[in-house]
């Protein structure tokens, strides 16, 4: 995709984890992914590519939804079981996320962003629970306070 040929394998690859990785942060809330949590994040990511709020993001969901579940797995056994740590290790790897958003220019980003959150909002209210506080990339406590 040409609005991707500025990043590096790498960065793209890293790309693709920002559902991942915030559906891990709104699971977090109670220190686990469980299965409810895991299953909104999937069922959400098979249809973001159908989602016409965000035309720009057509391509990047059909691209996540491939191995998203995978993905999900990997990342969260990958990750520090303590709630805390957790939720460090996840905010460290947004942070990475949004340097790589600036690359892409303020139009993609601000889509992106608004797509995560309703992925945030969507995963959070798998048990009708609210993620306090986080709104990516409004202040975040550790990460831009």
Same mark, same amino acid.
């Given at each position: 995709?040409? $609005? !991707? #040929?500025?990043?590096?394998?790498? @960065?793209?690859?890293?790309?693709? +984890?920002?559902? #991942?990785?915030?559906?891990? $942060?709104?699971?977090?809330?109670?220190?686990?992914?469980? /299965?409810?949590?895991? +299953?909104?994040?999937? /069922?959400?990511?098979?249809?973001? %590519? !159908?989602?016409?709020?965000?035309?720009?993001?057509?391509?990047?969901?059909? /691209?996540?939804?491939?191995?998203? #579940? @995978? @993905?999900? %797995?990997?990342? %969260?056994?990958?990750?520090?079981?303590?709630?805390?740590?957790?939720?460090? #290790?996840?905010?460290?790897?947004?942070?990475?996320?949004?340097?790589?958003?600036?690359? $892409?220019?303020?139009?993609?980003?601000?889509?992106?962003?608004?797509?995560?959150?309703? =992925?945030?909002?969507?995963?959070?209210?798998?048990?009708?629970?609210?993620?306090?506080? =986080?709104?990516?990339?409004?202040?975040?406590?550790?990460?831009? @306070?």
């Amino acid at each position: 995709m040409e $609005l !991707y #040929a500025n990043l590096t394998h790498e @960065q793209r690859e890293k790309l693709q +984890q920002f559902p #991942a990785f915030i559906s891990l $942060l709104a699971a977090n809330a109670d220190g686990q992914l469980d /299965d409810q949590e895991k +299953q909104k994040a999937i /069922d959400l990511a098979h249809i973001k %590519d !159908y989602d016409n709020k965000e035309p720009l993001l057509a391509r990047y969901y059909q /691209d996540v939804r491939e191995n998203f #579940a @995978q @993905q999900l %797995d990997r990342l %969260d056994a990958l990750l520090p079981r303590d709630k805390k740590q957790r939720e460090e #290790a996840i905010k460290y790897q947004l942070t990475e996320i949004e340097t790589i958003l600036g690359v $892409l220019g303020s139009a993609y980003a601000q889509a992106m962003r608004r797509s995560m959150q309703s =992925f945030k909002e969507y995963v959070s209210n798998a048990h009708d629970h609210v993620l306090e506080h =986080f709104l990516f990339p409004l202040p975040i406590k550790g990460i831009t @306070q």
